[in-house]
T-cell receptor
Framework: DSGVTQTPKHLITATGQRVTLRCSPR?????VYWYQQSLDQGLQFLIQ???????AKGNILERFSAQQFPDLHSELNLSSLELGDSALYFC??????????????FGEGSRLTVL | AQSVTQLGSHVSVSEGALVLLRCNYS??????LFWYVQYPNQGLQLLLK??????LVKGINGFEAEFKKSETSFHLTKPSAHMSDAAEYFC???????????????FGKGTKLSVKP
């Protein structure tokens, strides 16, 4: 158990809909990362938040957005869903500051199926 | 920009045989390097990491990896494969600044390891 919690584990929805994925980082970790894993693209970095602020952005579509709340949990919002958005979405968290050696701790993922 | 290349999307070995999964990296600064394992329907679990200490890194489940700067490689090995090692393995490089608050991981495309009885 990595200590990172993601909900829901599975989600089935229709094209054009909007969903929200939720992540609670490990206790004490200030930084949250979102990744998308699909068969054709592999593991793609979407976005990073650090203590409520956006810190880095990767290949995140404009239809997707994220935020990190004062209690450090994060949400990834996916809107106007397309079939190609079907994927496994991972959240990860990390130690920051002087202890940062780059290691990320991953949740078990949220599997999104768009029909 | 940093990147990682994993040679071979599928590797099949017999139980008890040597496991060798290849990873080459590209980085303009001394890198942090990682191997993660993903079992079916699970998240990614850290196997081992290189952070510029010893070049031979030992991880969990009997795996180890050697950092070779001259070859820009970080290959993963295990002397004797077990059936339970069947999984997908990902090599990753971090763009973390030492002691900083940034740093996402850039992953390779993964290598699926099959172990035959």
């Amino acid at each position: 158990d990595s200590g990172v919690t993601q909900t829901p584990k599975h989600l089935i929805t229709a094209t054009g809909q909007r969903v929200t994925l939720r992540c609670s980082p490990r206790s004490g970790d200030l930084s949250v990362y979102w990744y998308q894993q699909s068969l054709d693209q592999g593991l793609q970095f979407l976005i990073q938040y650090y203590n409520g602020e956006e810190r880095a952005k990767g290949n995140i579509l404009e239809r997707f957005s994220a935020q990190q709340f004062p209690d450090l949990h994060s949400e990834l919002n996916l809107s106007s869903l397309e079939l190609g958005d079907s994927a496994l979405y991972f959240c990860a968290s990390s130690v920051v500051g002087g202890l940062n050696t780059g290691e990320l701790f991953f949740g078990e993922g949220s599997r999104l199926t768009v029909l | 920009a940093q990147s990682v290349t994993q040679l071979g999307s599928h590797v099949s070995v017999s139980e008890g045989a040597l496991v060798l999964l290849r990873c080459n990296y590209s980085s303009s600064v001394p890198p942090y390097l990682f191997w993660y394992v993903q079992y079916p329907n699970q998240g990614l679990q850290l196997l081992l990491k290189y952070t510029s200490a010893a070049t031979l890194v030992k991880g969990i489940n009997g795996f180890e990896a050697e950092f070779k700067k001259s070859e820009t490689s970080f290959h993963l090995t295990k002397p004797s494969a077990h059936m339970s090692d069947a999984a997908e393995y990902f090599c990753a490089v971090s763009d973390a600044i030492r002691g900083g608050s940034q740093g996402n991981l850039i992953f390779g495309k993964g290598t699926k390891l099959s172990v035959k009885p």
